[in-house]
């Protein structure tokens, strides 16, 4: 055997392409005397195996150059099909990873693997320089820079590389590249290699302690924009969990970007991590833009079942978590470098399987078993900065996706996954904070929240209205609400039987509070109860408060408050219905201006000028049996008086419609008779009284004169003929007429029977209230009974009587001065004739003898019944069918009530009704007599 030209010991004969002698020692001689070449010796071990232990040191740029010889000779003389495969590792190389510059983010991970503290790189118009300050070059580094699938680092737990395809995929920029680290200089192209002569570097990078790599560009292959946009989508934080690497500068051009970090110890806690207490490091690293992470780390032993894809695993395995302080940070799952994002704001780190390419992770049964190693730490450290540094730090805890959303296997979805479930389960149980500030700590389940809405109304209700001992106090709050998502998930989720939040609807009792004052803050509350939709509850509850202390219901019917736009003051303030809304109402702001535009829709809002808004609401004051608030005789004189005059400015038809509530909402000084006829002053409704014969404006004696002393008749009070306004006064509205108005009566009132004293007079009817009077009813006359017996009806229904008429007339039959008795009488005659037609008035003497045509006059069958239909008689068998109206309907305004009822009629114009056709009795309404005879 001899050496050959490269140093090779080869059989003789032998054509020298293949090795043919195993070395066996380093130094020394072989058999036949020849000096074995160490460096070749130790090149020769590592093509036969790259993980060889070598001592061979190459301190000479010119042993280093003979060394490149060498592997690439050896490579050349290996086997054709090894080439090959090695040619084709390096094609698929190209397209290993879809992202074309994934070679930079292995220059970052294989700087850091050789502990380097910088990393430089550095675009130039016709290359790529990438340096760092690490671990320099070595003979056994050089064919792992260059070959496929050949790492050094599978046994270096702690390394990151293990594929050892990393640097290939450059190729997706560059078939040929160099490094040049002292001594070495060796250019790489396909899979030979061959020594190169030392380039022009920057001063900054040109020492003999930096590694340098230098890609030869075409024209157009990487440009500044494409580099700087790369690096756009990193940051400072993707540095997080890098052993050693703590500068990152990328230099295009004039433009550069650097990432760095600055570390600060902080602490050292005992935390529970994989079932076991761990000693955990607690640091912060700030980045260049100020923004903050806390930083967990620390190394758990790994389990028996434990178990890396291509790679050692260590006697300890490293975990860490990265929570931001700052709001907005984005999460990764990192693998030393980010690998995949994660939706949770935290940036997570331990020895996950990634796959070849490093753009995601590996369905290894060893990712599954550390997402929960990692979730426990995570747990630990989430709970700490809540408690320890920042309470409001509600954005570290995720949140469930949204709904409809497809599950996941990806490693990252499994981790968020994890976390959820740890936040739902140990974090709401677990998680404590002080009630107060510098007071005792106290379980989340202690704290009282209100909904959203409430936010900023409620603060020391809350507590009581959620029966707690505490409410979430403000500090605990972050300024963009996640807390209130937070504690909703955790509730929809069952945990720690979280209470629920306190609702509008349970806040709505504070608006009827008397002992509450605040009244800005019962603006807002009802606002806020508006705008969550309960109107309706509003309506119903005394929740305005006005400027004298009051609270009231915002009912039209019974309030109405003074509109803010309006005048101070009103003609008809004397009625005192109109209140002044207590001066939180007309603040300027949202919720006070929510509030008095509820009012104004609902018709309880009124300008005090506003005469016929005022009116409107006394009026349906009267009609819901409201009334106003009596007052002295002064005050009493003063409302007529206004009123009157408001009436008179409306026109008639207004007046008409709203003149019978507000009748309804007074009461009037009046006066009546005793049975021995001595006058009591009383409070008279206008409804139930009469006009006394000073307030009467036709000529002759009225019904004041006809019923004198009679008891139990009710009379305005005779002073109104002074203290009322006349009708120049008042618009034309006379004193007489503005009574009339309200209700007030010049003749005997009518009235349904609704007191029968013999059972055999009437009839009742079941699902109808209306009695039916029988055909020889103590009030029966002989026309009302032929009538019937035409009709073959033995009831009617809808009958009127006057009882006030028959205590009259009563009182005049026992009224002993016969000139008395007569006047008496022709006055009630006047006033009951004075109500029909003039064409159908009987031509009766004053004096003469009335008795008998006064009880024959009477109302006969009518063609409308109180339900709008046809009127019939009342049978033994049901009147039924759709009814038309009578010839005889006729139908007259009385002028007391303004209210219409069936005219008169005397028995020789009666014309027969249409036949009707049978229905059930709740479908029928039978005519009715309506003189008491």
């Not at 010119?62 to 080439?83: P, T």
């Not at 450290?381 to 409809?404: K, N, S, Y």
């Not at 739902?424 to 202690?446: K, V, Y």
Request: glycine letters at 8%; a neutral charge; charged letters at 25%.
């Amino acid at each position: 055997m001899a050496p050959d030209a490269y140093g090779w010991m080869t059989p003789a004969g032998s054509s020298g392409t293949v090795p043919g002698l195993r070395l066996v020692a380093i130094t020394g001689t072989n058999g036949e005397g020849y000096e074995v070449d160490a460096l070749a010796a130790a090149v020769h071990a590592l093509l036969e195996d790259p993980d060889a232990a070598t001592e061979v040191e190459v301190a000479t740029p010119e042993k280093a150059a003979r060394a490149v010889r060498l592997l690439d000779h050896g490579l050349r003389s290996g086997r054709g099909v090894h080439r090959k495969m090695a040619e084709g590792a390096l094609h698929g190389a190209r397209t290993l990873s879809s992202d074309r510059l994934q070679v930079l983010s292995e220059f970052v991970q294989n700087s850091d693997d050789a502990g380097a503290g910088q990393l430089r790189i550095l675009l130039r118009s016709d290359d790529l320089l990438v340096a760092h300050d690490g671990a320099g070059l070595r003979l056994a580094d050089v064919l792992p820079l260059g070959m496929p699938w050949l790492s050094g680092k599978t046994a270096d737990a702690e390394a990151t590389g293990r594929f050892g395809i990393g640097l290939s995929t450059l190729r997706a920029l560059t078939t040929v590249w160099e490094v040049h680290c002292h001594p070495f200089h060796v250019r790489f192209s396909s899979t030979e290699l061959e020594p190169a002569a030392p380039p022009e570097l920057p001063d900054g990078i040109s020492g003999p302690e930096w590694t340098v790599f230098r890609l030869p560009l075409a024209s157009d292959t990487l440009t500044t924009d494409q580099l700087l946009e790369w690096f756009g989508g990193w940051n400072d934080a993707s540095l997080l969990f890098l052993r050693h690497l703590r500068s990152l500068e990328v230099t295009a051009g004039e433009q550069s970007t650097v990432l760095t970090l600055t570390w600060k110890e902080v602490t050292q806690r005992r935390l529970l991590v994989n079932g076991v207490e761990h000693d955990v490091n607690v640091q912060h690293a700030r980045t260049t833009d100020g923004e903050q992470w806390r930083v967990y780390t620390t190394q758990v032993a790994p389990r028996p079942d434990w178990e890396r894809s291509h790679k050692a695993l260590g006697r300890v395995v490293p975990v860490g978590v990265a929570l931001p302080l700052d709001r907005g940070a984005k999460g990764s799952v990192h693998a030393g470098l980010p690998v995949a994002p994660l939706d949770v704001a935290a940036r997570v780190h331990t020895q996950f399987d990634p796959v070849a390419s490093r753009e995601g992770f590996a369905g290894s049964h060893l990712n599954t078993q550390l997402v929960p190693v990692v979730a426990d730490l995570w747990a630990a450290g989430v709970r700490d900065v809540l408690e320890e540094v920042d309470h409001t730090a509600w954005h570290l805890i995720p949140l469930p996706g949204p709904p409809g959303s497809a599950p996941s296997n990806l490693l990252q979805d499994r981790m968020h996954a994890e976390l959820l479930t740890r936040a739902r389960q140990s974090l709401a149980t677990e998680l404590a904070f002080p009630a107060a500030e510098g007071g005792p700590d106290a379980p989340l389940t202690d704290f009282a929240v209100e909904e959203a809405a409430l936010s900023g109304v409620l603060d020391d209700d809350i507590a009581s209205l959620g029966e707690l001992p505490h409410a979430l106090p403000a500090a605990i709050r972050d300024s963009c609400s996640r807390w209130r998502k937070v504690l909703a998930d955790w509730r929809a989720a069952g945990a720690a039987d979280l209470p629920p939040e306190v609702q509008v609807t349970d806040a709505l009792s504070l608006l009827s509070d008397g002992k509450r004052q605040d009244v800005a803050r019962l603006v807002r509350l009802a606002a806020v109860a508006l705008e969550a939709g309960h109107e309706y509850v509003m309506a119903n509850r005394a929740c305005l408060v006005t400027a004298d202390g009051r609270s009231l219901r915002p009912q039209p019917t019974e309030n109405c408050f003074a509109d803010p736009v309006g005048e101070p003051t009103g003609p008809l303030d004397v009625l005192g219905v109109v209140a002044n809304l207590h001066p939180a109402y007309t603040e300027d702001n949202a919720w006070a201006r929510t509030v008095t535009a509820w009012l104004g829709q609902r018709g309880c809002l009124v300008r005090r000028d506003d005469t016929a808004a005022v009116l409107e609401m006394v009026s349906r004051l009267g009609h819901t049996g409201g009334q106003l608030a009596d007052g002295d005789e002064a005050t009493e004189t003063a409302r007529l008086v206004a009123l009157q005059r408001a009436l008179g400015e409306l026109p008639k038809r207004e007046r008409d419609r709203l003149g019978s509530g507000i009748g309804r909402a007074l009461r009037l000084n009046g006066f009546a008779y005793d049975k021995e006829g001595s006058e009591e002053a009383r409070r008279v409704k206008p409804g139930n009284s009469y006009l006394p014969q000073a307030l009467e404006t036709a000529d002759g004696d009225r019904f004041e004169v006809a019923a004198r002393k009679t008891p139990g008749l009710v009379w305005v009070r005779r002073a109104y003929a002074r203290s009322l306004l006349s009708a120049t006064q008042a618009g034309g509205l006379s004193r007489t007429a503005f009574l009339r108005l309200l209700g007030v009566a010049d003749a005997p009132r009518l009235t349904p029977v609704r007191e029968v004293y013999y059972p055999a007079d009437t009839k009742t009817y079941e699902g109808d209230p209306r009695l039916g009077l029988a055909r020889h009813c103590r009030w029966y006359t002989s026309g009302r009974r032929r009538q019937m017996i035409g009709k073959g009806a033995d009831h009617t229904l809808d009958d009127l009587i006057s009882s006030d008429l028959a205590a009259v007339v009563e009182n005049i039959a026992a009224e002993k001065d016969v000139t008395e008795r007569r006047r008496r009488t022709a006055a009630l005659l006047r006033t009951l004739t004075a109500l029909l037609p003039v064409q159908t008035r009987p031509s009766l003497p004053w004096l003469g003898d009335t008795t008998s045509g006064m009880l024959e006059a009477r109302r006969l069958p009518s063609g409308c019944g109180s339900f709008g239909r046809p009127l019939g008689w009342k049978t033994a068998k049901a009147v039924s069918g759709r009814r038309t109206n009578s010839p005889c309907a006729h139908r007259i305004r009385r002028p007391c009530t303004d209210r219409k009822i069936p005219d008169t009629c005397i028995r020789r114009s009666i014309k027969p009704c249409p036949p009707a056709r049978k229905s059930s009795p709740l479908s029928v309404s039978p005519v009715i007599p309506t003189s008491r005879a």
